[in-house]
């Protein structure tokens, strides 16, 4: 499978707990952005990286939020001392320069 | 106002029929349009994207760009029970970030 690949699928989490998703991008493709989606909404941005650089994030990104791309290939997003707020799904996407995204199949997150 | 808009719907059309989804923007600046369909647990999956006044055809698709007007349509031709889902219209604004700025979505429903 040469998509986007997210994990885990799901996560149930307590609130105050730290929780880490992975994205793994198309291979070569130089830009990977970070979405959250809660129901009945659109996608809402949170952040992308360009290779390893971190260029944009969102106001939604507050501090408990952090997101990695070390080698400009997978990058991971960690929310520290969730809450109950941070339900929603996660989604990855993927580009090339100047291209359309593709999205992964997102990671669940539901705080109990 | 958002700067994406759409009608949450449901827009119900009999099977066979066109189906039209509309959505309107606010930054004159936008530079890239792009239609994602999403089934119900799923994540986005492209469907067109448009980049100039004009209309698109993709098979049973057809994405249409007023940029006076500042709105962007999709015409879904003989539907099917199976184009049922939540279909995102999504822009790029001004400037290279290439995030994505999505409307939350029409709830299309083809009936039999």
């Known amino acids: 499978d040469t998509g986007v690949s997210q994990n885990p699928r799901h996560k149930i989490t307590k609130r105050g707990q730290n929780v880490t998703f992975r994205c793994d991008p198309i291979s070569e493709h130089n830009r990977l952005y970070w979405y959250r989606q809660t129901l009945g909404q659109g996608p809402e941005f949170l952040t992308y990286f360009q290779n390893e650089a971190q260029l944009e994030k969102s106001r939604l990104l507050s501090d408990r939020f952090s997101a990695e791309r070390p080698k400009g290939s997978f990058s991971t997003l960690e929310i520290q001392r969730t809450e109950q707020g941070d339900s929603a799904m996660y989604l990855c996407?993927?580009?090339?320069?100047?291209?359309?995204?593709?999205f992964g199949p997102g990671t669940r997150l539901l705080v109990l | 106002q958002k700067e994406v808009e759409q009608n949450s719907g449901p827009l119900s059309v009999p099977e066979g029929a066109i189906a039209s989804l509309n959505c309107t923007y606010s930054?004159?600046?936008?530079?890239?349009f792009f239609w994602y369909r999403q089934y119900s647990g799923k994540s986005p999956e492209l469907i067109m994207f448009?980049?100039?006044?004009g209309d698109k055809e993709d098979g049973r698709f057809t994405a249409q760009l007023n940029k006076a007007s500042q709105y962007v349509s999709l015409l879904i031709r003989d539907s099917q029970p199976s184009d049922s889902a939540t279909y995102l219209c999504a822009v790029t604004l001004s400037g290279n970030t290439g995030k994505l700025i999505f409307g939350q979505g029409t709830t299309l429903q083809v009936k039999p």
């Open positions: 996407a993927s580009s090339a320069l100047g291209e359309t995204q593709y």
């Open positions: 930054d004159r600046g936008s530079q890239s």
């Open positions: 448009i980049y100039s006044n």
